[in-house]
């Protein structure tokens, strides 16, 4: 299967991620408003990681947003399923149950857990040289967790070798 992830952290507290799979696109429109979305995903991930068979994180647009949710595939447990799940409530009137209660994915696909550690990783790694431009870095200075991401690609790194 052809699944590709490409992640663009934009200026002035916005990033766009793009993923594809099974021939369609799914676009997200991220707000780093409410939270850190690049911190969510990289906090999943390392549950992922670390052994969890489950993780899920939330990134927000305004309103609404995407939960995206990662099951470890329990017949085969170097592959999970990861689901994204649309909601409209408000960031202030959610909880988790109520994101993904009744709803149905709005893209799902499998994918070798080893993978989609790989290509979030390259995202963020990408992301993190081209902070080292000023003229890039100018208006999303503040927007690119360096020490989270240092942990995480010290986690990845030995995961992935």
Same mark, same amino acid.
């Given at each position: 299967?052809?699944?590709?992830?490409?992640?663009? $952290?934009?200026?002035?507290?916005?990033?766009?991620?793009?993923?594809?799979?099974?021939?369609?696109?799914?676009?997200?429109?991220?707000? @780093?408003?409410?939270?850190?979305?690049?911190?969510?995903?990289?906090?999943?991930?390392?549950?992922?990681?670390?052994?969890?068979?489950?993780?899920?994180?939330?990134?927000?647009?305004?309103?609404?947003?995407?939960?995206?949710? &990662?099951?470890?595939?329990?017949?085969?447990?170097?592959?999970?399923?990861?689901?994204?799940?649309?909601?409209?409530?408000?960031?202030?009137?959610?909880?988790?149950?109520?994101?993904?209660?009744?709803?149905?994915?709005? %893209?799902?696909?499998? &994918?070798?857990?080893?993978?989609?550690?790989?290509?979030?990783?390259?995202?963020?790694?990408?992301?993190?040289? $081209?902070?080292?431009?000023?003229?890039?870095? $100018?208006?999303?200075? @503040?927007?690119?967790?360096?020490?989270?991401? $240092?942990?995480?690609?010290?986690?990845?790194?030995?995961? %992935?070798?």
């Amino acid at each position: 299967m052809n699944i590709n992830i490409s992640y663009f $952290l934009e200026e002035q507290g916005w990033s766009y991620c793009w993923l594809y799979a099974n021939r369609d696109w799914y676009k997200v429109v991220i707000t @780093h408003s409410f939270n850190d979305p690049i911190i969510e995903c990289i906090d999943a991930l390392i549950e992922l990681m670390r052994g969890d068979k489950t993780s899920s994180f939330n990134w927000h647009g305004e309103p609404g947003g995407v939960r995206i949710i &990662i099951d470890e595939i329990s017949t085969q447990q170097n592959y999970v399923w990861l689901k994204v799940v649309e909601f409209n409530e408000d960031y202030l009137f959610h909880t988790k149950e109520l994101i993904t209660q009744n709803k149905e994915a709005v %893209m799902e696909f499998q &994918i070798a857990k080893i993978q989609l550690v790989r290509m979030f990783y390259y995202e963020f790694k990408k992301i993190s040289e $081209l902070m080292k431009d000023k003229y890039f870095a $100018l208006n999303r200075k @503040h927007e690119f967790p360096f020490k989270h991401f $240092l942990e995480f690609e010290t986690i990845a790194l030995e995961y %992935m070798n």
